[in-house]
């Protein structure tokens, strides 16, 4: 009985042997959920459960194999784990050991093309508001691709046909491959620092997803994003899309295209100035015959060709007729002075008193002074009469006062 005893990890030993020893389980592929996912990043290894609607079992895919995932693992994706089955012995759970990862019904580049779209967009980096208008005229344009494509050839050829006024600023880098990003990332820093360009092209011609992935980077999208002149992202064909593209200020369909969009044609621009000149040209004909008949004008006019007629006939007229107003202006104003007059004298007249005296009344002075009562004399006194053809001298006689009736 004693010699059948055996250990913990024994037993968890002989089990994982069995698991391992089972060739169906060494090499298999599950289908589930991503859930609970740890990702250890001083280690590099990924801890997750994968699930159904019905079970779940713990995974872990070590460094080696998860550096190899082209997307980023999330809770809630749909993948195929292709590994092995076996137990770690220190807690006896048995356990799903990944080796490959891939989403279910999508290729992982197409899912971690989309990761890294939705995840940029939820910071703003597509938003319209930050997009910035790509100047009319540039004056130097830097145009970052291969310089053994015909991308450059297209792009050159094109703004020297369409505006030769524009410098053109050629960094040659790799387009794809390891070097790719990082050699596109210091161009665009080295066009930042020298501040000598108004406008940027980076792209590269057509080529397979792999060929373009390199524009699809989060870190080259977050440069250009950064960059302080506006950014044309020209990859590829028409129908080909890059993260670049959404993040750039304007994305043209091709290299070619985007020349055309970087500058004006000179050819509609002269067509234009020829409009101009000629518009500009008419209206000063017009207005140069306008001009000439006013000036035709004011030659036959009789103010230009007998000055003096024209001007004192016509100031004499005035200032006759000025004369005749100021004089009916006079009589009206002396009139309505005389009916004035007249309706003071009559209201004077009313109250003299030689008015008075002609109806045998009389008025008494005593020393230049009115006499107004028998009070103001005595006897002896000698007192001038007014009356009303004359004037007397008298002597005060007698005075006799009158009784009031009261």
């Not at 940029?120 to 100047?135: H, N, Q, T, V, W």
């Not at 044309?232 to 969009?261: K, N, Q």
């Not at 009139?335 to 004077?348: I, N, P, Q, T, V």
């Not at 030689?354 to 002074?369: H, N, P």
Request: proline letters at 4%; one cysteine or more; aromatic letters at 8%.
């Amino acid at each position: 009985m004693e010699k059948s005893v055996i250990t913990v990890r024994q037993l968890n030993l002989y089990v994982r042997s069995l698991l391992e020893g089972d060739s169906r389980l060494l090499n298999i592929a599950v289908t589930g959920e991503i859930s609970n996912l740890k990702n250890h990043y001083s280690s590099g290894h990924l801890y997750f459960t994968l699930k159904d609607n019905d079970a779940s079992i713990r995974c872990v895919m070590f460094r080696t194999f998860a550096s190899r995932i082209k997307f980023k693992p999330e809770d809630g994706i749909q993948v195929v784990l292709r590994g092995r089955v076996s137990v770690y012995e220190k807690d006896g759970q048995y356990q799903f050991y990944a080796e490959e990862m891939s989403p279910l019904g999508i290729g992982d580049v197409a899912l971690q093309f989309e990761q890294i779209k939705a995840r940029l967009e939820a910071e703003g980096l597509f938003d319209p508001e930050s997009k910035r208008p790509i100047p009319k005229f540039p004056k130097n344009i830097a145009v970052i691709t291969s310089q053994t494509g015909a991308a450059i050839q297209d792009i050159l050829n094109i703004l020297g046909r369409r505006w030769p006024l524009t410098q053109i600023i050629i960094c040659p880098v790799s387009v794809q491959g390891e070097l790719a990003v990082p050699e596109m990332l210091e161009a665009l820093e080295r066009v930042y620092n020298l501040g000598l360009a108004d406008l940027i092209i980076i792209g590269r011609g057509g080529g397979s997803v792999e060929d373009l992935w390199a524009f699809n980077s989060e870190t080259l999208a977050r440069k250009i994003f950064e960059s302080p002149i506006p950014v044309i992202s020209a990859v590829g064909h028409e129908t080909d899309f890059t993260i670049c593209d959404f993040v750039a200020d304007l994305r043209a369909p091709t290299p070619s295209a985007a020349a055309e969009l970087a500058v004006p044609d000179c050819a509609e621009i002269n067509l234009k100035l020829e409009r101009f000149e000629r518009g500009l040209k008419n209206s000063l004909t017009a207005k140069y015959e306008l001009c000439l008949s006013r000036l035709e004008k004011c030659l036959e006019s009789i103010y230009f060709k007998k000055p003096m007629d024209a001007f004192v006939n016509n100031n004499f007229m005035q200032l006759d007729h000025l004369y005749e107003k100021l004089c009916d202006c006079g009589n009206q104003q002396f009139k309505r002075y005389e009916d004035s007059l007249a309706s003071l004298a009559l209201r004077l007249d009313g109250l003299s008193p030689l008015k008075v005296l002609s109806r045998g009344y009389a008025a008494l002075q005593k020393d230049g002074e009115a006499v107004y009562s028998i009070n103001d004399i005595k006897p002896c006194d000698i007192i001038d009469l007014r009356l009303r053809d004359g004037s007397a001298k008298c002597e005060i006689l007698e005075i006799t006062k009158e009784k009031n009736d009261g």
